[in-house]
C-alpha cells in the first residue's frame, strides 16, 4: 500500500484530496499547522485511523518538517508521494503589506515546498513515486494586492519544474494551477461559510460551472498514478476555461 504526504491536508482542498486518497486504497500523512483544524480533522480520521496518521507540522521550519518525514516513516515505513498543497495568503495595499507579511507568506507556500521536497526526496527515490505542488492561477495573472501569494506561485511553477529534471527519472515532479475552487464550506468551523453561488459566478467559467476541490483531487490521483509516468515537470491548469476566456467590459 503507498503513502502519500499532504501538506495542509486538514481544510479545504487539502481535505478533500486526503478523503479520496483513503478511499482509493492509500495511506495517508496529513500535515497540518492550524490547531483548530488539526483537531477537528483528527476526529473524523478516527474510523481510517490504521491508514491516517495526523501530524502537527509547520512546512516553513526546517526542523518541524524533518521530524514529520521522522515520524511518517515510523509509522508508514515508506513515502511514495508527496503534495505539497499547504498555503496562506495576505491581502493588503502595498504600503501596508509589511516584511514580515512578505516573509510569512513565502515562508510558508514556496520554502515550505522546498523544505518538504529537500527532505522527502531520498525517500521518494527509493519508491520511484511523485511529488504534486499546488501552484495557482495566480503565478500567471493577479487580483490586486496579492503580492505575496503570486509571487509564492510563481515560484511554486519554476520550482516544479527545476524539481522535475534534478530528480527525474527516479521522481516526477508535477503542478496543478486551480481557478476559483469553492472551498468556503471546506474550512474549520470558526471560518467555514455556506455562501451560495450566483448564476452569474457560474456562466463566466467555458466549463459552466466553478470548480470543486473534488476537481484538483481527481488531477491528483491522476498525477501520481505510476501508469502515468511519462508526465512530468508540467503544469496543469483546473480553471473551467476561465484563464482562456477574454473579457471586454
Not at 486538514?10 to 483537531?39: C, F, K, M, P, S
Not at 491508514?51 to 518541524?64: G, Q, R
Not at 525517500?123 to 503580492?147: D, H, K, M
Not at 530528480?167 to 486551480?178: A, E, M, Q
Amino acid at each position: 500500500m503507498q503513502t502519500v504526504i499532504v501538506t495542509g491536508g486538514a481544510q479545504g482542498i487539502g481535505r478533500v484530496t486526503t478523503q479520496y486518497l483513503l478511499t482509493h486504497g492509500y495511506r495517508v500523512a496529513i500535515w497540518e499547522n492550524d490547531a483548530e483544524a488539526l483537531e477537528e480533522f483528527s476526529e473524523t480520521m478516527k474510523s481510517s485511523n490504521s491508514k491516517a496518521l495526523v501530524l502537527n507540522c509547520d512546512i516553513s521550519s526546517e526542523t518541524a518538517v524533518k521530524n514529520a518525514v521522522k515520524s511518517t516513516l515510523e509509522r508508514f515505513g515508506q513515502i511514495n508521494h508527496l503534495i505539497n498543497n499547504a498555503a496562506i495568503q495576505v491581502e493588503k495595499p502595498l504600503d501596508r503589506f509589511s516584511l514580515d507579511d512578505w516573509n510569512k507568506v513565502i515562508g510558508t507556500n514556496l520554502t515550505g515546498t522546498f523544505l518538504c521536497s529537500k527532505y522527502t526526496a531520498p525517500y521518494l527515490i527509493e519508491q520511484q513515486g511523485s511529488i504534486v505542488n499546488l501552484c495557482s492561477t495566480r503565478a500567471f495573472q493577479s487580483e490586486p494586492e496579492t503580492f505575496a501569494y503570486s509571487a509564492s506561485k510563481g515560484g511554486v511553477f519554476a520550482l516544479t519544474h527545476s524539481l522535475a529534471v534534478s530528480l527525474g527519472p527516479d521522481v516526477r515532479v508535477n503542478c496543478i494551477s486551480p481557478g476559483w475552487i469553492d472551498v468556503a464550506a471546506l474550512k474549520k468551523k470558526g471560518k467555514a461559510r455556506n455562501e451560495p453561488l450566483r448564476p452569474e459566478d457560474h456562466a463566466q467559467h467555458p466549463a459552466g460551472r466553478v470548480g470543486q476541490a473534488d476537481d484538483i483531487a481527481r488531477m491528483i490521483l491522476f498525477l501520481i498514478n505510476d501508469s502515468n509516468s511519462f508526465i512530468t515537470g508540467q503544469n496543469f491548469t483546473v480553471d473551467g476555461g476561465i484563464s482562456r476566456k477574454m473579457i471586454y467590459i
